[in-house]
Structures are given as structure tokens and as C-alpha cells.
């Protein structure tokens, strides 16, 4: 039965490789002409999600062997391996538009928020 009440998180990071067979090759996403700035944008994103998950194991990035991390992080909306930001930065891998456009209207929405004070200030 599914609980009309839960949301779904969406997956975006995860590789191929021996326990995730047929996922998305890294090296399919390099892009090393991928604006800089968005390519920071998204990768500073990626660093401050919240802990999602947690695992016991250590697994290996895809591009380099590096260890990557044990944690899943996530917005709310999607959720990721904590060394990502990783293939960002060291390997030009640049996520789909989608993603990228998530994170941007994100920050859009962060710049121009409506505020209210007076809740806080009509509590003494």
C-alpha cells in the first residue's frame, strides 16, 4: 500500500559498478566546458545537503579509486552520495539540466524571499 502522505526522493549519483550494474557511466557526463560558475554553484550545493543515510562500507569512486564517503545527503527533493561533488570538481562531470536547474531556482528562491519579522517581535 503506498502512504499517500510520503514524498519521493529522487536518486541522482550513483555509477555502475558492482553492486549498481547498469547505472549511468561517469565518464558519459564530462563536460569540461561547463561553466565554471555553475559547475561551482552546483558543486557547493551538492557539499550542503542534509544527512539522509548513513552506511557502514566505504565504496570506490568510479573515475579515480579514490574511497568515497558512507553518507547519502539530500534537499528534500533529491538525494546523492556525499562524494558527488567530487566528480564535479576533479573530473568535469556536469549533472543533467534538470538537477542543475533545480539547484538554480533554489538559489533564485533563497535570494528574493518574502520575510516576515513580526511573528518573532509579537511573541514578547
Not at 536518486?11 to 549498481?20: A, C, E, H
Not at 566505504?58 to 539530500?74: D, F, H, K, P, V
Not at 538559489?107 to 513580526?118: I, N, W, Y
Amino acid at each position: 500500500m503506498i502512504d499517500a502522505g510520503r514524498r519521493t526522493l529522487r536518486l541522482i549519483g550513483y555509477w555502475d559498478g558492482p553492486r549498481t550494474p547498469g547505472w549511468p557511466v561517469p565518464q558519459d557526463f564530462v563536460d569540461p566546458g561547463w561553466d565554471a560558475l555553475e559547475r561551482d554553484l552546483v558543486t557547493d550545493y551538492l557539499t550542503q545537503g542534509f544527512v539522509f543515510r548513513g552506511f557502514g562500507g566505504i565504496s570506490r569512486r568510479r573515475m579515480c579509486g579514490q574511497e568515497n564517503g558512507a553518507l547519502e545527503l539530500t534537499d528534500g527533493t533529491w538525494y546523492w552520495p556525499d562524494g558527488l561533488a567530487h566528480y564535479l570538481r576533479d573530473h568535469d562531470v556536469r549533472l543533467p539540466q534538470v538537477f542543475v536547474d533545480h539547484v538554480n531556482a533554489q538559489f533564485d528562491r533563497l535570494e528574493t524571499p518574502d520575510t516576515d519579522t513580526e511573528w518573532w517581535r509579537n511573541l514578547k
